[in-house]
T-cell receptor
Framework: EDQVTQSPEALRLQEGESSSLNCSYT??????LFWYRQDPGKGPEFLFT???AGEEKEKERLKATLTKKESFLHITAPKPEDSATYLC???????????FGTGTRLKVLA | EAGVAQSPRYKIIEKRQSVAFWCNPI?????LYWYQQILGQGPKLLIQ????????DSQLPKDRFSAERLKGVDSTLKIQPAKLEDSAVYLC???????????FGPGTRLTVL
């Protein structure tokens, strides 16, 4: 069965304290892995797409990496405005179906 | 460029009542998705349309949920009759083509009493 697991469920960081979020997956026929940010009361907002092991993408303080079994979202020197839920989704199969993880709730304290 | 529009933003109904949600995707996006997001969980795909045809509805509770996408543009999702466990945020998303990133609307928060 296709599965996506994110850890930790919640993370509290001090401003400037770097960390990483994990997304591990077991799917057949991976098409792509996506990272989204979701703020309270809003829909998810697209951050990155990764397609193959070894691929990396960067945007401001965020960097996403991909291996054959998991992806990491590295947050360097986070700021309070980075506080949000970060969702990982894998796209698999002929219909390019999305399977989301349960997300990591990040809180960055000033 | 206008984003994905959804209405209403909030809806409160009694169990066994019916409710409908509307979605207008980004212009030109062929693929449209409806998701259910229960508090504290990730979005769960209910149905995926390619233009006006259904691609995947394997997780749609077809005894009570229905969806249509007329003319390959707007879409409606209906629940009839609603149950307490249907309380959730219903998200609509669209993508240019199926393998691209998805753009989400703000969602409709449904409360079933």
């Amino acid at each position: 069965e296709d599965q996506v697991t994110q850890s930790p469920e919640a993370l509290r960081l001090q401003e400037g304290e770097s960390s990483s979020l994990n997304c591990s997956y077991t799917v057949s026929g991976l098409r792509g892995l996506f990272w989204y940010r979701q703020d309270p009361g809003k829909g998810p907002e697209f951050l990155f797409t990764l397609y193959s092991a070894g691929e990396e993408k960067e945007k401001e303080r965020l960097k996403a990496t991909l291996t054959k079994k998991e992806s990491f979202l590295h947050i360097t020197a986070p700021k309070p405005e980075d506080s949000a839920t970060y969702l990982c989704a894998v796209q698999a199969g002929g219909t390019y179906k999305y399977i989301f993880g349960t997300g990591t709730r990040l809180k960055v304290l000033a | 460029e206008a984003g994905v529009a959804q209405s209403p933003r909030y809806k409160i109904i009694e169990k066994r009542q019916s409710v409908a949600f509307w979605c207008n995707p980004i212009s030109g996006h062929a693929t449209l998705y409806w998701y259910q997001q229960i508090l504290g969980q990730g979005p769960k795909l209910l149905i995926q349309f390619q233009n006006n045809g259904v691609v995947d509805d394997s997780q749609l509770p077809k005894d009570r949920f229905s969806a249509e996408r007329l003319k390959g543009v707007d879409s409606t999702l209906k629940i009839q009759p609603a149950k307490l466990e249907d309380s959730a945020v219903y998200l609509c998303a669209s993508s240019l083509v199926a393998h691209n990133e998805q753009f989400f609307g703000p969602g409709t928060r449904l409360t079933v009493l």
